[in-house]
């Protein structure tokens, strides 16, 4: 079965401090991969997608993503975090071909100011 | 920028009761979702929707449960009989375009809270 497996469940980091948060996924064939944000009190939000092409994506506010195909990954980073950036972020999956999406189970990240 | 939007926020109700959930997705979108996500768990896939009919579902999504776009701006979920463990957050989301080659855009979510 598909799954999507994020390591880190709490970070706490500093301002200006630099963020990576894992995503794996369990799926031999093609796949999207998404991650999103929920600030407090919000809705899900796009930051940033994978469908092909330059493995390498760029999001809103700073974020960016590589596919590494081979380690089944699509980490997400931040060079520099701002306080702003306090929220649960989820790595989602989509195999080709299906409409669901499978969800990790999000990492809650909070930025001291 | 267009949004998904979901009423009630949050609904409490008893067990053995029906209850509706609403949600009204973005105006030009074609494909229509439901998920949940069970205090502390992975948010779950129930059902996605298009043409008026079930696309797919999970095996989450049995008789109790139905969907339906009543009109042009709704989409509904229905829990027929409530148990405790359908207690969660239901999301509700939308996309434009056929396949997975698109962007699913989510609600803000209606808290359930079965007694």
């Known amino acids: 079965a598909q799954s999507v497996s994020q390591h880190n469940h709490h970070v706490i980091l500093s301002e200006a401090a630099s963020l990576e948060l894992g995503c794996n996924y369990s799926y031999g064939g093609t796949v999207n991969l998404f991650w999103y944000v929920q600030y407090p009190g919000q809705h899900l939000q796009l930051l940033l997608k994978?469908?092909?092409?330059?493995?390498l994506v760029k999001g809103i506010k700073g974020f960016e993503a590589e596919f590494i195909k081979s380690k089944f990954s699509f980490n997400l980073r931040k060079p520099s975090v701002q306080w702003s950036d306090t929220a649960e972020y989820f790595c989602?999956?989509?195999?080709?071909?299906?409409?669901?999406?499978?969800f990790g189970t999000g990492t809650r990240l909070k930025v001291l100011a | 920028e267009p949004e998904v939007t979901q009423t009630p926020s949050h609904q409490v109700t008893q067990m053995g009761q029906e209850v509706i959930l609403r949600c009204v997705p973005i105006?030009?979108?074609?494909?229509f979702y439901w998920y949940r996500q069970i205090l502390g768990q992975k948010v779950e896939f129930l059902v996605s929707?298009?043409?008026?009919?079930?696309?797919?579902k999970s095996e989450i999504f049995d008789d109790q449960f139905s969907v339906e776009r009543p009109d042009g701006s709704n989409f509904t979920l229905k829990i027929r009989s409530t148990k405790l463990e359908d207690s969660a957050m239901y999301f509700c989301?939308?996309?434009?375009?056929?396949?997975?080659?698109?962007?699913?855009?989510f609600g803000p979510g209606t808290r359930l809270t079965v007694l």
């Open positions: 105006s030009n979108h074609l494909y």
């Open positions: 989602a999956v989509n195999a080709s071909g299906t409409y669901k999406y499978i």
């Open positions: 994978y469908f092909s092409g330059d493995p």
């Open positions: 929707f298009y043409n008026n009919e079930i696309s797919e």
């Open positions: 989301a939308s996309s434009g375009v056929a396949g997975a080659r698109d962007t699913q855009y």
